[in-house]
């Protein structure tokens, strides 16, 4: 299994930006598509985005798609998620996760076997 760390959470306003960082430890990150899921406060958790192993595809949620990038740096072991333009609503434990496949179709959080232990966002009005 991949261990994964959050970081970069945090404070911000209404409009400003952030970006998350999961480092992961393990030779085998770079064979696995990585996925960002958030959970506010009283809501099930939600896909928000994933990166396939290479770093070639990309998807996102309907929510985030315009705003949010996701990307990664296998030299580093590091997926990345550029926030920009936050809104209120975007408040919420983010997570990172590891797919148990290079390439992921969907969102479904079954699919992804090993997970960070969260970072809180938190975007003001």
């Known amino acids: 299994q991949v261990q994964l760390v959050e970081s970069g959470g945090g404070l911000v306003q209404a409009g400003g930006s952030l970006r998350l960082s999961c480092a992961g430890s393990?030779?085998?990150?770079?064979?696995?598509?990585m996925g960002w899921f958030r959970q506010a406060p009283g809501k099930e958790r939600e896909f928000v985005a994933v990166i396939w192993s290479g770093g070639s595809t990309t998807y996102y949620a309907d929510s985030v798609k315009g705003r949010f990038t996701i990307s990664r740096d296998n030299a580093k072991n590091t997926v990345y998620l550029q926030m920009n333009s936050l809104k209120p609503e975007d408040t919420a434990v983010y997570y990172c996760?590891?797919?148990?496949?290079?390439?992921?179709?969907?969102?479904?959080?079954?699919?992804?076997?090993?997970w960070g232990q969260g970072t809180q966002v938190t975007v003001s009005s």
């Open positions: 393990g030779r085998t990150f770079s064979m696995y598509a």
């Open positions: 996760a590891a797919h148990r496949r290079s390439y992921a179709s969907t969102g479904d959080a079954t699919d992804f076997g090993s």
